[in-house]
């Protein structure tokens, strides 16, 4: 059964810091693994794809890796902003089931002014 | 519209009520999903529509639990006899699929249910 952890739970940084949030996934065998940002009360917006084949994906000011073999992933967020505040959440599609994601609990992120 | 739309946007109930919530996925997109999001917790999966089928209804908590999507484009998610426990954010997504795998999942905003 694939198992996706973020870590940080929770992180606060100051305006202009750049950063990383950290995602693993149990079951290499993916076809995708997916971020999102979900701001409060909101539904999720989709932010990068990461296709198994590849191992990054760049837009704008993020950057996603992906490490299959080692079950990880990495958001990376330059200069971060205040409206960068918002948790963000990992996602995996699985080989060998249907095409659910099965999701993090999250990196909820705080950026101060 | 151009993107994924749910109604409504909120709902509450009370037990034992059954309730009916709609979600409109983005046109030609024809793979659905439905997911349910607890306070502080990641989505989990209910069910995924290909077409107008129930593709994969695995996460479906209970037959209390059921969806549909008669023309294979709005989706219906019919929970009976709700429960406290039932309240939750209902998500859902839809995805262009056309074949092969690892096609994007866009979101909707969700259903906010209370069930009192």
């Known amino acids: 059964k694939q198992e996706v952890t973020q870590i940080p739970a929770a992180l606060s940084v100051p305006e202009g810091e750049n950063l990383v949030l950290n995602c693993s996934f149990t079951d290499s065998a993916i076809y995708n693994l997916q971020w999102f940002r979900q701001d409060p009360g909101k539904g999720l917006t989709s932010l990068l794809l990461i296709q198994s084949s590849q191992r990054e994906q760049t837009s704008g000011r993020l950057n996603a890796s992906l490490d299959k073999s080692s079950g990880r992933s990495t958001l990376y967020i330059a200069a971060s902003q205040p409206g960068d505040s918002a948790t963000y959440l990992c996602a995996v599609e699985t080989q060998g089931g249907s095409e659910k994601l099965v999701f993090g609990k999250g990196t909820k992120l705080t950026v101060n002014p | 519209g151009a993107g994924v739309s749910q109604t409504p946007s909120n709902k509450v109930t009370e037990k034992g009520k059954y309730v009916e919530l709609r979600c409109d996925p983005i046109s030609g997109h024809t793979a659905l999903y439905w997911y349910r999001q607890s306070l502080g917790q990641g989505p989990e999966f209910l069910i995924y529509f290909q077409g107008t089928g129930a593709a994969d209804d695995s996460g479906l908590p209970n037959d209390r639990f059921f969806a549909v999507r008669p023309e294979g484009s709005v989706s219906t998610l019919k929970i009976q006899r709700t429960e406290r426990g039932d309240s939750a954010v209902y998500l859902c997504?839809?995805?262009?699929?056309?074949?092969?795998?690892?096609?994007?999942?866009?979101f909707g905003p969700g259903t906010r249910l209370t069930v009192l």
């Open positions: 997504a839809s995805s262009l699929r056309a074949g092969g795998k690892g096609n994007e999942q866009f």
